[in-house]
């Protein structure tokens, strides 16, 4: 019996008996990643809705030039409206008139005599038409024209008569052919005749400045 018990000892493998208890390693929790803060994306700028942009066209004017284009960009169809666009096929033209009335005629020269027999101590007074023409052209020929005007009196030193700067106008006369660029911005802009060479010219040459969302 003892000798059984010893041959069972014997053939019992010897690894089996050494070896220690399988150790497990304690879990590691895995690092916490942050997520990745929003960034604000900035809209992108979108043209206004139902705006006609009007093609290029070469702007020139008898007076105030620099004031009535200004005026005239202020409205967004006339973006591509610039004096330095030589060689343009359209163009917008502004000129100026101004001519005595019938009856200022009378008056103006009687002023005149009135105010040279003072050495221009008296002024002359005269009573003037002002008008101011707006003339869209292309390649030379009228597409669309749009006048304004209206009756003045004014007073003048016979001596600064015309040397004012102001084309002949006055400076009221000035101020409101400054004031007629927004109202003919917006008679231009939704003229048809335009509107016509505009799909034209888009048509044939198809280009972002001269595209326009639906009228």
């Known amino acids: 019996m003892i ?3 010893m041959l069972a000892l014997l053939l019992i493998p010897l690894h089996a008996i050494a070896a220690e208890p399988a150790t497990v390693a304690p879990a590691v929790p895995a690092p916490v990643v942050p997520a990745p803060a929003a960034v604000a994306i900035a809209p992108v700028a979108q043209a206004p809705a139902n705006v006609t942009v009007l093609p290029p066209m070469k702007f020139l004017a008898s007076v105030a030039e620099d004031d009535i284009l200004g005026a005239l960009k ?3 169809a006339f973006a591509n409206l610039d004096k330095e666009l030589v060689g343009s096929p359209l163009s917008l033209v502004v000129t100026h008139t101004v001519r005595p009335t019938a009856a200022g005629t009378a008056a103006g020269l009687l002023s005149a005599v009135l105010s040279g027999g003072t050495l221009g101590i008296l002024p002359m007074v005269t ?3 002002l008008v101011v023409r707006y003339e869209v052209m292309l390649n030379g020929k009228t597409v669309t024209v749009y006048h304004f005007e209206r009756t003045a009196t004014r007073a003048q030193s016979i001596w600064t008569a015309g040397s004012d700067g102001t084309g002949g106008l006055g400076k009221g006369g000035l101020e409101w052919v400054k004031s007629t660029a927004a109202e003919v911005a917006a008679k231009i802009r939704q003229d048809p005749a335009l509107l016509a060479v ?5 048509f044939y040459f198809p280009t972002p400045a001269t595209s326009t969302a639906a009228n």
């Open 198 to 202: 505009r799909d034209e010219i888009q």
């Open 127 to 129: 009573n003037d038409r």
């Open 3 to 5: 000798r059984e018990s």
């Open 74 to 76: 202020a409205d967004p």
